[in-house]
C-alpha cells in the first residue's frame, strides 16, 4: 500500500524511464505503452523528451523551464566550466535564476516550494557556487534591508542537511531574504562545501524580488510538465509494472 500511494504522489499519470520505457501510471500500477502512445497522451515531442533525460536533472519533480548551462560546478574553491547542457529549474524561481546566473552568479540547487503567490509564505530557496562575500554584497545592494545572514550548519553524523523547514523562525523571518553560510561536517567528521552560500525566502517576496531586479513575474503557462521520470526508484516499483 505504501508503494502504491507513493506511486499516485511521485509520478504523472504518463511517465518514463531513464532507459526510455514508458508507462500509463493508473495510480495502482504501471502498464508499459509505447513511446508513440506517450507523446500523444502528453503532446510532449521527442525533442522534449530527449532534452530531459539528458538534461543535468532528468528527475525534475517541479513543473519547469530548461536553462542552458556551461555545467558551471566548484572544485576545490575554484569555478570550473564543463561542456554545455541544459537543466531544468522550477518555473516560478527561473527568471530569478536566469537573472543570476546572467550577473556572474551561477546558481545550483533550486528547491521551489508550496504554493505560489503573492500571499504565500511558503519558503524556496537555492544555492550559489560562489562563495565569500560577493553574492552577499551584491544582495545587499539590490535589497538593503530585506537581508538577514546567518550560518547554517549540517552534520551529516546526525541528521543530513539541516534545511529550511527545520530551522525556518516565521517571527524572525518573515518578510526577509535570509543569506545562509553553509557549514557541511561529512559522514567522516571532517567539513567540506565550506564557504558556501545560499538564499531562502517565503514566495511572495518572488515577486517583491523581480519587481527590485527588473525581471517578469513567475510565469507557469508555457512550463514542461515535471514528475515525468522514474530515476533508481523504479527498483522499488517494479512489482507494480504490469507484465
Not at 500511494?5 to 505503452?33: A, Q, S, V, W
Not at 513511446?35 to 528527475?59: A, F, H, M, Q, V
Not at 516560478?92 to 536566469?98: D, E, F, G, Q, R
Not at 531562502?200 to 527588473?214: A, C, P, R, T
Request: charged residues 30%; aromatic residues 14%.
Amino acid at each position: 500500500m505504501e508503494d502504491v500511494d507513493f506511486l499516485k504522489k511521485r509520478f504523472r499519470e504518463y511517465c518514463y524511464d531513464m532507459d526510455y520505457n514508458f508507462y500509463h501510471n493508473t495510480g495502482k500500477e504501471l502498464i508499459p505503452i509505447t513511446r508513440k502512445e506517450y507523446r500523444e497522451k502528453t503532446g510532449e515531442s521527442d525533442y522534449i523528451i530527449n532534452k530531459l533525460r539528458y538534461s543535468i536533472w532528468p528527475l525534475q519533480i517541479q513543473d519547469y523551464y530548461f536553462m542552458r548551462t556551461g555545467g558551471v560546478s566548484l572544485k576545490a574553491g575554484k569555478i570550473v566550466h564543463r561542456e554545455v547542457k541544459y537543466v531544468p529549474i522550477d518555473w516560478a524561481l527561473y527568471n530569478l535564476i536566469v537573472y543570476f546566473n546572467k550577473q556572474g552568479f551561477p546558481t545550483h540547487t533550486c528547491k521551489q516550494i508550496g504554493v505560489i503567490s503573492k500571499k504565500s509564505r511558503d519558503v524556496s530557496t537555492f544555492g550559489f557556487w560562489k562563495t565569500g562575500d560577493e553574492v552577499l554584497l551584491f544582495l545587499k545592494e539590490k535589497f538593503g534591508g530585506l537581508i538577514v545572514e546567518i550560518d547554517n550548519y549540517h552534520d551529516f553524523r546526525t541528521d543530513g542537511f539541516n534545511t529550511s523547514d527545520k530551522w525556518w523562525n516565521q517571527t524572525i523571518y518573515k518578510d526577509k531574504i535570509v543569506f545562509a553560510r553553509q557549514h557541511v561536517t561529512g559522514t567522516d567528521g571532517r567539513p567540506f562545501q565550506e564557504g558556501s552560500v545560499s538564499i531562502h525566502f517565503e514566495n511572495k517576496l518572488i515577486y517583491k524580488m523581480s519587481d527590485v531586479l527588473g525581471v517578469e513575474y513567475p510565469n507557469h503557462s508555457n512550463a514542461h510538465i515535471g514528475r515525468r521520470i522514474i530515476g533508481s526508484i523504479l527498483k522499488r516499483l517494479k512489482h507494480l509494472i504490469r507484465e
